[in-house]
């Protein structure tokens, strides 16, 4: 990371803001999807990892890395936006963080 330089106390107060909201959204993430696995009576997931099927306990920076291929197709001559089909490590995250990948929510 490059060192910044911010000139006034409102860009620092600004930049603080966003990495807040950042950690804040990184931690609601991890928070649901493991509260929605022990609603589940379970505490741990398969499929993180690339040929390896140990289970390991879902965090923020694990979900994020399965979702990050997720790709929504936008609104095209009246179509509704729409995801592409997800993956099954990719559905089974969706619906532990209730997101149909069928509707995005601005419709």
């Known amino acids: 990371m490059a060192p910044m330089?911010?000139?006034?106390?409102?860009?620092?107060?600004?930049?603080?803001?966003?990495?807040?909201?950042?950690?804040?959204?990184?931690?609601?993430?991890?928070?649901?999807?493991?509260?929605?696995?022990?609603?589940?009576?379970?505490?741990?997931?398969?499929?993180?990892?690339?040929?390896?099927?140990?289970?390991?306990?879902?965090?923020a920076r694990l979900i994020l890395q399965a979702l990050h291929d997720l790709r929504l197709i936008p609104a095209h001559h009246r179509q509704p936006p729409k995801f592409p089909r997800p993956g099954w490590l990719q559905a089974q995250l969706l619906a532990l963080l209730n997101v149909d990948p069928t509707r995005p929510r601005w419709q």
């Open 5 to 59: 330089f911010l000139q006034t106390n409102r860009r620092i107060t600004a930049l603080i803001t966003v990495i807040c909201l950042a950690l804040l959204i990184f931690s609601l993430i991890e928070r649901e999807a493991r509260r929605r696995l022990a609603e589940q009576e379970q505490s741990d997931m398969v499929g993180f990892y690339a040929f390896d099927n140990r289970a390991v306990r879902p965090t």
